[in-house]
């Protein structure tokens, strides 16, 4: 069964500085990866994905992330944050689940804080 | 456009009660999801659907059921609340299956005591 794990449960960063969240994962196949957002009692938003093709994706927001295969990670980027970056994180992976039932599976999630 | 709706924002129940998370959208998608979301948990698929008429579990079912009469709606009961199901639910959709972008509704915060 496939699995994602992020590291960081929280991160902080002050305002302007550079951004790295962290995701790896498990699975057998070409995995499908999602990065999504989930702002304070939003549900989710979907920040960019990745399928096949060229390893660095843009998203929207002004994040990209690095599909590694030979690190099993999609490491998520953004060169300068803004206040409005604080948010929760999830990085997925979209693939057949146990029981052969269509869906993602999450990481647990990275708190982004930014500081003034 | 309102995308996916969902139905109440809030809810409080007792133990043994029943209730039915109402969700909604306006897309014409064919796939629709309920996950759970625990604290430090990220999200768990309690069960999905194909298209009308279909359904499947997921990874977390137990406790839960689902039905599937029109595109739009894809509601969620719970029978016997229990204290374990204190979570928030979110619902979703999307055009195709997994590989496709997931659109979500903003939330039910379940509080079962």
């Known amino acids: 069964a496939q699995s994602v794990t992020q590291p960081d449960i929280h991160i902080t960063v002050s305002e302007g500085a550079s951004l790295e969240l962290r995701c790896n994962y498990s699975?057998?196949?070409?995995?499908?990866l999602f990065w999504y957002v989930q702002s304070p009692g939003q549900g989710l938003q979907l920040l960019l994905k990745y399928f096949s093709g060229d390893t660095l994706v843009q998203g929207i927001k002004g994040f990209e992330a690095e599909f590694k295969r030979s690190q099993s990670s999609f490491n998520l980027r953004k060169p300068s944050v803004h206040w409005s970056d604080a948010a929760e994180y999830f990085c997925a992976v979209g693939a057949r689940t146990g029981g052969g039932a269509d869906g993602l599976t999450f990481g647990k999630g990275t708190h982004l804080i930014i500081q003034p | 456009n309102a995308g996916v709706t969902q139905t109440p924002k809030f809810r409080i129940l007792k133990i043994g009660q029943s209730m039915t998370l109402q969700c909604t959208q306006d897309m014409n998608h064919n796939y629709m999801y309920w996950y759970r979301q625990d604290p430090g948990m990220g999200l768990k698929l309690i069960y999905y659907?194909?298209?009308?008429?279909?359904?499947d579990k997921g990874e977390v079912p137990n406790g839960y059921n689902v039905s599937r009469s029109t595109t739009e709606d894809f509601p969620l009961r719970l029978e016997l609340a229990a204290p374990s199901q204190t979570s928030v639910y979110f619902c979703?959709?999307?055009?195709?299956?997994?590989?496709?972008?997931?659109?979500f509704g903003p939330g039910t915060r379940l509080t079962v005591t």
């Open positions: 979703a959709s999307s055009e195709r299956d997994y590989t496709y972008e997931q659109y």
């Open positions: 699975y057998g196949a070409t995995p499908y």
């Open positions: 659907s194909v298209g009308a008429g279909i359904t």
